[in-house]
């Protein structure tokens, strides 16, 4: 059994979103209370029409609530609340008195803070800028902008009048833009003149010639100048109108009436990676998306009104739309924008111990450099505000839980999280009545049938195999931009299993309930026909002082795969037999002998997504001589460089 490291007291129970539901089923559904996530689980499961609709009612969705389910055997048809009317952004501008709404930080820690007033105002204020410039329902919008609050505001704007909202972070390269949004064609661009990254000032604003030529359908252009420095000016440019977000703001504008619309209408557009090809254009529904996003903050992350949540994203990761729905929820969000280590290793907890955070995301790979720092946050930082710290992006190795209830924060609810961009929630996630043990998340999210199996569709117990869901779910996507008949809708989920979705991520269920994630199944390596999950490698690799990072692959070799181990270390060209006979003895016994690498080479950087996600399969395609389809989903492309041709690979 795995070691238990956390578990909330019974005050805490009593007290929690999950207890107050349980009693909300009592009164309406004869269902007994008992602070049992088990038996709440099976309940969502054996009643999804009850419990669907239950959230609805227990988040007090502002709208017009029809009880019909349509689940017909096909489950990319299923339809949930079918003619049910909202509007989303009416449902995030749940005050609009003068307390504190919305919080932007930068890395050089200008700050500045918006009340719920004015957020309600400046989003009236965009919705008329928008209708000014004929942007009707369905129409899209696309943002090329930091995580500022102005994003927030066109965001919801642009939910307001029924458009479709689609963002990049400005750390993607013109082209990784013009790959994704000239497959939506929008209208309208927002764009920031400039971000900075670990105090170096980047010009994006100069990137927009570039855009319009490649982008035709863009008619107008909305510049936002980055928060507490003075605006870049833009040349006009032929044929597109352009606009400055500062003066939109000295405009007077009455409060908007929310038209409502269908449940399922749409909301926006994220994009997958795009490092196997072009990005896919995943289209989710506003009612899905905001059903789920409550479900997930109020019952699973025990938020309530008037708390501080903070996650660290961008405005490129479904992340940013995660954070963006807990405004539904009367809370307020902390916005960071820049590097989360810039001059001082502990920025994010100053920040956390300042703004009182109750909530605090980031990843699992900044866990990870923390741990590696040995970062003692404790030492320096109360954080008496914080219950609860979430983690995702990669799987958090079990020294990562460690690390957080060693030197973060002793009584937490460490809450491992994981999904997707494809659902913009989360399949398997955290919850106050169960434990948190040690390298687990904790259970299956409420109302999500999600399972492992093995592969010929057996579910599986204590065995590593493919993460599924057995059952529809509401923010499952509308559709996929582009896609005639839903060809790469059904590709993307329902080829492996007939009528499941197949997930992708390579997983273990426990007896107890939680899940452990082994990373990406196109990524797992298989030599000797035996399928091993990379995180059980970087687990043990990250142990040693002396890797900064490292990343695995399987190379074909001999009419079978073996185990290639690259590693960045922290005295770079220090590696040496010692070290690598060191590394291979503690794969052989922390992981297994079937783990072990064949090489270990070094290199000086590992290639990552925009999001920090480091690519195996763009390393595997490089080492095996395939062209990579879409290099700009990469922040540093020319590092694959490094791994192209190398003699090391050609011997045995």
Not at 180 to 200: A, V
Not at 428 to 456: A, C, H, K
Request: with cysteine; charged share 25%.
């Amino acid at each position: 059994m795995s070691q238990k490291l956390w578990e909330a007291n019974s005050k805490i129970k009593s007290k929690s979103n999950l207890f107050a539901f349980e009693k909300f089923l009592a009164k309406n559904f004869n269902y007994k209370p008992e602070k049992n996530y088990k038996k709440l689980f099976n309940w969502t499961i054996r009643n999804p029409k009850y419990f669907w609709s239950s959230i609805w009612e227990f988040s007090n969705i502002k709208g017009i609530k029809n009880d019909k389910f349509h689940f017909p055997k096909e489950i990319i048809k299923s339809k949930f609340l079918v003619n049910s009317k909202l509007n989303y952004a009416e449902n995030l501008l749940s005050k609009s008195d003068n307390t504190k709404a919305i919080t932007f930080i930068s890395e050089s820690g200008y700050r500045e803070e918006k009340s719920w007033r004015e957020l309600n105002n400046n989003t009236f204020k965009l919705v008329k800028f928008f209708k000014d410039n004929k942007i009707k329902e369905k129409d899209r919008i696309a943002a090329y902008t930091a995580n500022q609050i102005e994003t927030v505001e066109c965001f919801i704007a642009t939910s307001t009048i029924g458009a479709i909202w689609s963002s990049c972070s400005p750390d993607f390269g013109t082209q990784g833009v013009i790959e994704r949004f000239s497959q939506i064609k929008p209208k309208l661009l927002i764009i920031t003149d400039r971000y900075y990254y670990n105090g170096k000032e980047i010009n994006v604003i100069e990137r927009l010639p570039a855009i319009l030529k490649k982008i035709k359908s863009i008619k107008s252009v909305l510049i936002t100048n980055y928060p507490g420095k003075k605006a870049f000016k833009q040349k006009k440019i032929k044929g597109v109108k352009i606009f400055y977000y500062k003066k939109l703001k000295e405009q007077h504008t009455n409060k908007n009436l929310f038209k409502k619309f269908d449940f399922d209408k749409e909301l926006a557009i994220l994009y997958s990676s795009g490092t196997t090809g072009k990005p896919k254009c995943i289209c989710h529904r506003a009612g899905g998306v905001l059903l789920q996003h409550l479900k997930e903050h109020k019952l699973h992350c025990n938020v309530k009104e008037g708390d501080n949540v903070f996650y660290f994203t961008t405005c490129g990761w479904m992340m940013w739309n995660w954070l963006m729905t807990f405004l539904a929820s009367k809370a307020s969000i902390v916005l960071f924008d820049g590097f989360p280590m810039h001059k001082r290793s502990d920025l994010l907890f100053k920040i956390a111990e300042k703004e009182k955070i109750s909530l605090f995301g980031i990843s699992a790979k900044y866990i990870d450099q923390l741990k590696k720092l040995n970062v003692n946050i404790k030492k320096k930082f109360k954080l008496k505000s914080l219950k609860t710290i979430c983690s995702t992006g990669s799987p958090l190795s079990s020294e990562g839980f460690d690390y957080v209830y060693k030197n973060i924060k002793t009584n937490v609810h460490l809450a491992s999280i994981a999904g997707g961009t494809d659902l913009v929630s989360c399949f398997v996630l955290g919850n106050i009545y169960s434990p948190v043990y040690r390298g687990q998340i904790q259970n299956n999210g409420l109302g999500m049938n999600t399972d492992v199996f093995s592969e010929t569709g057996k579910s599986l117990v204590n065995k590593k195999g493919e993460l599924v869901c057995k059952s529809p779910f509401p923010s499952m996507p509308k559709l996929f931009w582009n896609d005639k008949n839903n060809e790469k809708y059904k590709s993307a989920y329902f080829k492996k299993f007939k009528n499941i979705w197949h997930h992708g991520d390579f997983a273990e269920r426990k007896p107890n309930g939680g899940y452990i994630i082994y990373g990406r199944s196109d990524a797992t390596l298989n030599p000797g026909g035996a399928r091993l999950g990379t995180a059980e490698i970087y687990s043990v690799v990250d142990k040693f002082k002396e890797v900064k990072e490292s990343i695995v692959i399987g190379q074909k070799w001999d009419n079978d795969v073996r185990i290639i181990l690259f590693v960045v270390l922290k005295k770079p060209k220090s590696l040496n037999e010692d070290l690598s006979f060191n590394l291979k003895k503690a794969i052989r016994s922390d992981a297994s002998p079937r783990h072990v690498p064949k090489k270990i080479i070094e290199v000086s950087d590992i290639p990552r997504t925009k999001n920090g996600k480091i690519v195996e399969i763009a390393v595997r395609n490089t080492v095996e001589g395939i062209k990579i389809k879409n290099i700009q989903a990469l922040i540093n492309p020319n590092i694959l460089n490094e791994f192209k041709n190398l003699d090391e690979l050609k011997k045995p």
